[in-house]
């Protein structure tokens, strides 16, 4: 499939995906600064981390708590912006906040409230997006999006977060026209959102296989691991 991992040097790579960013909000009419890659490092060796900001990558990553905090110890905050994407258990909060600098994926009031705690705690207000499920598929977290917009105004109102926006994760595609219906959909909801939660205008949707679509329907945020990074290891 087109847009899957092409050759070169990881820097070769970073700066190919950058060129197609560029490329994607050009025919947007936007900004390539107006859009954020984060390098998705998920299951890669902190070496791989390492290498992926000498080459000049500054948003990484994580969909895994335990994950992101030992490569945070290991590779740092100061050059690094890391971001969790995962799905996030309550019990999970603690190794998240206070590192992240955005959570993407909150779906329920109750995981929002245990960010705040943890938020109140450290004394540092924690960003995040509200995940939304577009394709209702059971295999996926997220909240329905006809109860988007009223999830984020509730979150909104708990001391210790500010909600930035919404994320979406669609079906995997045969083909990146296939996500350009769920980009559109998401679009609209942030329309509604911005009107109800003032300064929530953050779009996170698009990885590998169709980022490009995502910028395209006005992604603020994409995600991209294999392009980058080429296939994730496998587990011995």
Do not use: C
């Amino acid at each position: 499939m087109a847009g899957l991992t092409s050759g070169g040097s990881l820097e070769e790579r970073l700066a190919t995906v950058r060129a197609r960013i560029a490329a994607a909000a050009a025919r947007g009419g936007r900004s390539p600064e107006d859009v954020t890659l984060v390098a998705v490092t998920k299951a890669h060796p902190v070496d791989v981390v390492l290498d992926a900001v000498a080459a000049g990558a500054v948003d990484l990553g994580e969909n895994r708590a335990q994950e992101l905090r030992d490569k945070a110890m290991v590779a740092g905050r100061d050059e690094i912006r890391w971001h969790f994407i995962g799905h996030l258990q309550t019990n999970k909060v603690r190794l998240v906040v206070g590192t992240a600098v955005l959570i993407h994926s909150v779906d329920t009031f109750g995981l929002a409230e245990a960010i705040g705690r943890r938020a109140r705690h450290l004394g540092t207000p924690q960003e995040l997006l509200i995940q939304v499920d577009l394709a209702a598929e059971a295999s996926k977290a997220g909240v329905a999006p006809t109860r988007a917009v009223s999830l984020a105004k509730e979150v909104a109102g708990i001391d210790g977060v500010v909600v930035k926006g919404l994320m979406t994760i669609p079906p995997i595609p045969a083909a990146p026209e296939d996500s350009r219906p769920y980009f559109q959909q998401l679009a609209e909801l942030s329309e509604d959102l911005r009107e109800a939660v003032p300064g929530a205008g953050e779009l996170s949707m698009g990885m590998t296989r169709d980022f490009e679509v995502a910028i395209e329907e006005g992604a603020t945020i994409v995600r991209v691991g294999e392009a980058i990074f080429g296939p994730r290891p496998t587990a011995p």
